[in-house]
């Protein structure tokens, strides 16, 4: 029996560098939805295949086929010696469900569901930080919290002025914390009544500051 861990949190949180610095720690195997459904492709499994047809049609991949595919990978042997952090999945009630039901039948344990709660307000400056230099044959990106340029609005590279993709705007930042905030209230309200859920706070220290505290929140 291995431990699977799931971390939930919001864009800008800072979820995929604390994952990452977890996996390192624990020696949990990172397992994303989106690599399983690629190595299944890959491989050519009849899985696999069913994929490929879907997602060549424009169709989308249904809970189901992407259950399956989860319960395939958790019952590989580097999972079953050091369990692994979910990411990706689950997203939606329905496959929080269904993740109960594969980890009944793969002898897993839910040893947390993590949420990464953060200040909205810190979150929109994160995802609003992005810069990009106008001159399409530099391509150079800044980002004015972590990697200002050294003159306001001006290319350090090549001196070109420098614009916000409409996607890095406040609005847009708004709109991605809004469809967060919607998707996964249910999914809390899920592992808060399941008793997984434990919760932590991203803030502008460090990532290794936040890492400790959200060790801490699981007393690893
Ligand atoms: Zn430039």
């Known amino acids: 029996m291995a431990d699977i861990y799931v971390f939930i949190g919001p864009p800008g949180a800072g979820k995929g560098t604390v994952g990452e610095m977890f996996c390192e720690k624990t020696k949990a195997v990172h397992v994303s939805t989106g690599d399983i459904l690629r190595q299944e492709m890959a491989a050519g499994t009849d899985l696999g295949n ?83 230099c106008s001159n399409k044959a530099c391509g150079a990106i800044f980002n004015i919290i972590a990697m200002p340029p050294k003159k306001e609005g001006i290319c350090d590279r090549c001196g070109a002025k420098l614009y916000q993709r409409t996607d ?25 009544a399941e008793g997984n859920l434990v919760r932590t706070t991203s803030t502008n220290d460090t990532p290794e500051v936040n890492f400790a505290r959200l060790m801490d929140a699981l007393k690893k």
């Open 50 to 132: 069913k994929v490929k047809g879907i997602i060549a049609a424009g169709g989308l991949v249904s809970d189901d086929i992407v259950a399956e595919m989860v319960e395939n990978r958790l019952k590989k042997d580097d999972i079953v010696a050091n369990g692994c952090l979910l990411d990706g999945f689950p997203r939606t009630v329905p496959q929080a469900e269904a993740l109960k039901g594969i980890l009944q039948r793969t002898n897993h344990r839910m040893a947390a569901v993590v949420l990464i709660e953060a200040d909205n307000e810190m979150l929109i400056t994160r995802l609003t930080s992005r810069r990009m």
């Open 168 to 192: 890095d705007t406040r609005e847009a930042a708004l709109n991605r914390l809004d469809v967060y905030a919607k998707q996964t209230a249910p999914l809390i309200d899920f592992y808060e």
